[in-house]
């Protein structure tokens, strides 16, 4: 998987289509990411003793090809260089390729 945790993508598809965010989990296994503030759902919890009822709004994992990789340059495809003898992310995009963390 491609996508990192702290990346800066956008989502292609679903009800956030065009909103931009920032990966804060990445489950690769199921190759499934989860963008701070996108994709929000509730769950209701039962009140349980003395503690009352609530409802929860939390974002949950989308499908990671539903994201694209942007940086300074715009949205782009992620690819890798050797430099030095290191492997080094990169980011493909119209205007250039630029360096990812």
Do not use: C, W
């Amino acid at each position: 998987m491609k996508i990192k945790t702290g990346d800066n993508v956008r989502v292609m598809v679903g009800k956030d289509k065009g909103k931009e965010g920032k990966i804060s989990q990445v489950f690769p296994d199921k190759n499934q990411v989860v963008v701070e503030g996108l994709n929000q759902r509730v769950k209701h919890l039962k009140p349980r003793g003395t503690q009352a009822g609530q409802r929860i709004t939390f974002s949950a994992p989308m499908n990671a090809s539903n994201v694209q990789m942007v940086g300074k340059n715009g949205p782009g495809r992620v690819g890798y260089v050797v430099k030095e003898g290191r492997k080094i992310r990169v980011l493909h995009s119209k205007k250039g390729t630029e360096e990812i963390g």
